[in-house]
């Protein structure tokens, strides 16, 4: 499967928020030419709160072309690269239906899927919308974080090459439907015997779920 990256977008500038930290790197804009990108995201990128933000495990986040254009519909307003907050935004994949573990290729950085994106009060206040967590969580079309498996140069226009998808079968949106417990143990058991690393929060999430 390939994918096509459209718009690649770092932070335009912090924004005052009503947030504890009191700033927010929420907003994102695309930039033109090649992007830097390494173990902690894409050169030029922050994050605000990064307690609760960032790290290796959330370095980039992707949100689909086909998912911003249902929720410009839903929303009757324009939802251009960078609205949510994503570092890539790719049409082609279905980028909330990624296995954790799958992993991309752009150019020469090779990118994990973690886990999805959950959506706190900052972004609920950045988009303005009410009700907007419950409705976000509801449509299921979370988007995904990555790690950087492989650090180089990514470039708007270029391939999104999925190059491994594990045997599990756990995606981003499998996670946030019913509790499934033999899913979690499926991801849970092939994160033992490959080289999936899953995100310790992501760990305790899946144990208590396949402990139901």
């Not at 991801?187 to 402990?211: G, S």
Request: proline share 4%; hydrophobic share 40%; with cysteine.
């Amino acid at each position: 499967m390939t994918g096509h990256l459209e718009a690649i977008c770092v932070v335009s500038e912090l924004r005052d928020d009503a947030g504890t930290v009191g700033k927010t790197a929420i907003d994102k804009r695309p930039v033109s030419g090649q992007v830097g990108v390494n173990e902690l995201g894409l050169w030029g990128d922050i994050q605000a709160d990064r307690e609760h933000h960032g790290g290796t495990y959330q370095a980039v986040y992707a949100y689909s072309t086909e998912d911003a254009e249902w929720w410009a519909s839903e929303l009757d307003r324009e939802i251009p690269p960078g609205t949510f907050g994503e570092n890539l935004r790719i049409s082609g994949l279905d980028v909330s239906g990624a296995l954790i573990g799958e992993r991309w290729r752009i150019a020469d950085v090779v990118l994990e899927v973690t886990s999805p994106r959950i959506p706190c009060k900052t972004f609920a206040r950045w988009m303005d919308e009410e009700g907007w967590l419950r409705r976000f969580n509801r449509a299921q079309r979370h988007g995904a974080y990555l790690r950087v498996v492989t650090e180089g140069h990514i470039e708007a226009g270029q391939d999104v090459e999925v190059v491994h998808r594990p045997s599990h079968g756990v995606s981003i949106r499998i996670l946030f439907g019913d509790a499934n417990p033999e899913a979690a143990s499926r991801l849970l058991d092939e994160a033992t015997t490959t080289a999936i690393d899953l995100d310790p929060e992501m760990r305790e999430a899946m144990v208590r779920m396949a402990d139901r």
